[in-house]
């Protein structure tokens, strides 16, 4: 493909993973009660953690492959295949977890264990095909993920349980991930793979887990945490709020992922920063005015969205907008740190993330609940940024040379 249709179908694609999650909490909100979307959250919390765990694993790693066709086709066939391993075996770890904890929340716990290996196997394929350079057949399966989805979902009756909602949304992937595989095998056919590689000393992906669950996970799963220790409903007004922010969300996964290579390709050091502030203060100011947007929407706009997690909501809308301007900040910092020295970002993550989950815990819910730890987790975000960008004014650009099995050797940190 041409490089304008590849990125083209590279953006449209994100569009509509973005636009599939964006839809499934939406309708699940609408689709049931305040408790009843609360505990679909926690599980859905959990699905999110496992899946940017297994693309920074494996996705993040086998994009960087590089080589000949048959190379790059059985780098890909590998990571499909260790990425059905070990999505099978964390199905089965949910499956004793949700036997042993029972209930409503049990089951919906089972249900994600049933369905894990099929949206976990749909998902990685779309880092197979970026590999390989074919966008256009991620972008066909996932908008065929995005057509079956969407209805499954919409034909649930009102006050469906999360057990229900969760297992008809796994299992409206599977389409999407049969046409991915058929997609790909012309790519892997004859190809054999190495799924160990990804289990070898020194896989990079192992680097990029990390940086994820420091980054990431650790502050989903603090909220998982107030969840199951505290209240349920915090969950449910966290990503309820969160979830009218999902096209951001589209803006910052697209940056994360053409930011590098159009900044490299910047020229200087100067004018890659330059370009990275600039795209910041853009998208800071595009999160704020989406922010004002849905704070002014009428209650029954609102409640047409979210049900009756609306209410909630509405009232974490300033905070998490102030979250989205300075995560947008943030994130262009580190995507500028990852181009001038790619292993400056770890520290930046480990340090900052967990202070955002103490602010989170203990300065904001312990004193303002739900909204407190919404706070909590903007001025964390706030914090992040000031450090990346300080990072970013302090650090001069360091060669990267290319390995193989998707890894890279940097010169010595100074």
Avoid at 245 to 250: A, C, E, K, R, S
Avoid at 279 to 285: N, Q
Wanted: proline share 5%.
């Amino acid at each position: 493909m041409r490089r304008a249709a590849a990125v083209a179908a590279s953006v449209l694609d994100q569009a509509a993973s973005s636009l599939t999650n964006i839809a499934v909490l939406v309708i699940a909100a609408r689709t049931s009660s305040a408790d009843g979307f609360a505990a679909f959250s926690m599980v859905y919390i959990v699905f999110t953690v496992l899946l940017g765990l297994s693309a920074a694993y494996v996705g993040q790693s086998v994009v960087l492959e590089k080589g000949e066709e048959h190379e790059v086709g059985a780098a890909a066939r590998s990571a499909v295949t260790f990425t059905a391993a070990a999505s099978a075996a964390a199905g089965v770890l949910l499956l004793a977890a949700g036997a042993v904890i029972g209930g409503a929340a049990g089951l919906a716990v089972l249900a994600l264990g049933a369905v894990l290996p099929v949206v976990l196997v749909q998902d990685g394929l779309r880092y197979a095909f970026s590999a390989l350079r074919q966008p256009h057949r991620a972008l066909a399966a996932d908008l065929l993920r995005l057509a079956g989805a969407v209805p499954a979902l919409l034909l649930q009756p009102h006050g469906s349980s999360p057990a229900r909602l969760v297992l008809v949304w796994g299992l409206s992937a599977l389409p999407a991930a049969l046409l991915g595989l058929a997609l790909l095998y012309p790519f892997v056919r004859n190809r054999p793979g190495t799924p160990r590689r990804y289990l070898r000393k020194g896989h990079l992906g192992r680097r990029f887990a990390v940086e994820f669950a420091v980054g990431n996970a650790s502050s989903q799963l603090a909220v998982l945490a107030l969840g199951l220790l505290a209240s349920p409903l915090v969950v449910g007004a966290l990503r309820g709020a969160t979830t009218l922010f999902g096209p951001l969300n589209t803006l910052l996964t697209s940056v994360n992922a053409f930011g590098p290579p159009l900044l490299g390709r910047a020229g200087s050091r100067r004018a890659t920063v330059r370009a990275a502030a600039l795209l910041a203060a853009v998208l800071a100011l595009v999160a704020l005015g989406w922010a004002a947007v849905l704070y002014a929407l009428p209650d029954h706009v609102g409640r047409q969205l979210l049900g009756a997690t609306w209410q909630s909501a509405a009232e974490l809308l300033p905070a998490t907008g102030s979250q989205y301007a300075v995560m947008a900040a943030g994130t262009c910092a580190l995507v500028t740190l990852r181009v001038l020295r790619p292993r400056a970002t770890l520290s930046v993550q480990v340090v900052f993330s967990l202070l955002s989950v103490a602010l989170m815990l203990g300065g904001g819910y312990l004193l303002g609940g739900a909204v407190g730890v919404a706070w909590g987790l903007a001025a964390g975000s706030a914090l992040k940024a000031v450090a990346a960008w300080t990072r970013v004014a302090r650090t001069r650009p360091q060669p990267t040379t290319p390995r193989q099995d998707g890894q890279r050797s940097t010169a010595p940190s100074s």
